[in-house]
C-alpha cells in the first residue's frame, strides 16, 4: 500500500496526509499558525482538555468543511487512556456512546473516526477490501492495557481480516523522549525498552504497537510509521511533555470517502 506524507493547509486546515487510495483518506492534524506563548494556539478541536469551546468547535467545523460533511460526522471520543473501543454504526453518535472510548470502528462511508493525542500515540487501521476503518488511542497505558488488540478483534468481528489490515502510526512521542520510570518499563516488552543510551529507560511506543498488531496476524509490511516525534517537533505539534497536559491536541482520522 503506498502512502503519502505530504503537509498540505486546505482553507484553514493544517493536514499531514498519511494515506489516500481514493476511497480511504487518512491524515493528521497539526497546529499550522501558532503562537509561542499560547499552548491552546494553532489547529485543535479536542473538547475536553480546557480549551475555550468557540475554538475547538470552529476547528471541527473546518475540518468538516474540508472534508465536505457536516461537523456530526467527525467522531471525536472523550479519551480516558482505557482498552475500550466503539463501533458507530450511525450517525449522529450519542456522545455517551464514546464517553471513555479509546478506539472507534465504522464501515460507514463519509464519517471521520478520530482520536486527539499530544505525545500518544495515534494508530489509523484500514481493511478496504471489507469497508472497515478504525482510529486508536495508544499512549503507554492503552499499549499495556490492550486498545490494539481490541481494536483489531472489533474490526475482524465487523468483517475485516487481519491479514489484509494496514496500519498507519502518526506522529507521537519517539523513543529519543519517551523517558519513563522502571515500573513502566517493565510492563513492555523488552526489546521496546531502552536502557544503556539514557540515565532512565526510554520506551519505544512504535515498536511495542508494532508488535502487537503483528501478534494479532497484521502483516508487518503493512504498517507505516511517519516517524516524527511530537516532543522534538512542539514547534509543529503539541506536546504535552512540552507545553503540559493544558494544550491543545492532534487529530488524528481515518474516513471512507463518499
Request: with cysteine; aromatic share 6%.
Amino acid at each position: 500500500m503506498s502512502m503519502a506524507a505530504d503537509s498540505v493547509a486546505v482553507a484553514s486546515v493544517p493536514l499531514l496526509s498519511l494515506y489516500d487510495s481514493g476511497e480511504v483518506y487518512a491524515a493528521t492534524t497539526f497546529r499550522g499558525l501558532s503562537r509561542a506563548d499560547d499552548a491552546y494556539s494553532g489547529f485543535s478541536l479536542c473538547h475536553y482538555v480546557g480549551d475555550e469551546t468557540s475554538h475547538w468547535q470552529q476547528c471541527r467545523d473546518e475540518l468538516a468543511s474540508c472534508l465536505g460533511i457536516s461537523v456530526d460526522m467527525v467522531v471525536v471520543p472523550r479519551q480516558t487512556h482505557s482498552a475500550r473501543v466503539a463501533v458507530v454504526d450511525s450517525v449522529p453518535v450519542d456522545s455517551r456512546d464514546i464517553d471513555g472510548v479509546d478506539a472507534v470502528v465504522t464501515t460507514l462511508r463519509g464519517v471521520a473516526v478520530g482520536v486527539n493525542t499530544a505525545d500518544c500515540l495515534p494508530l489509523l487501521l484500514c481493511d478496504e477490501k471489507a469497508g472497515v476503518v478504525c482510529a486508536v488511542h495508544a499512549g503507554w497505558r492503552g499499549a499495556v492495557g490492550g486498545v490494539v488488540e481490541n481494536a483489531v478483534d472489533c474490526m475482524v468481528r465487523a468483517g475485516a481480516s487481519a491479514g489484509e489490515i494496514h496500519g498507519f502510526i502518526a506522529p507521537h512521542i519517539g523513543v529519543c523522549c519517551f523517558e519513563v520510570g522502571d515500573e513502566v518499563a517493565c510492563r513492555f516488552h523488552p526489546e521496546d525498552v531502552v536502557h544503556l543510551a539514557y540515565k532512565k529507560p526510554h520506551v519505544n511506543l512504535s515498536a511495542a504497537v508494532v508488535r502487537i498488531l503483528v501478534s494479532k496476524g497484521v502483516p508487518k509490511e503493512n504498517i507505516t510509521d511517519i516517524g516524527e516525534c511530537t516532543r522534538c517537533r512542539s514547534d509543529r505539534y503539541f506536546s504535552a511533555r512540552s507545553m503540559g497536559v493544558a494544550s491543545g491536541r492532534n487529530f488524528s482520522f481515518i474516513i471512507k470517502k463518499l
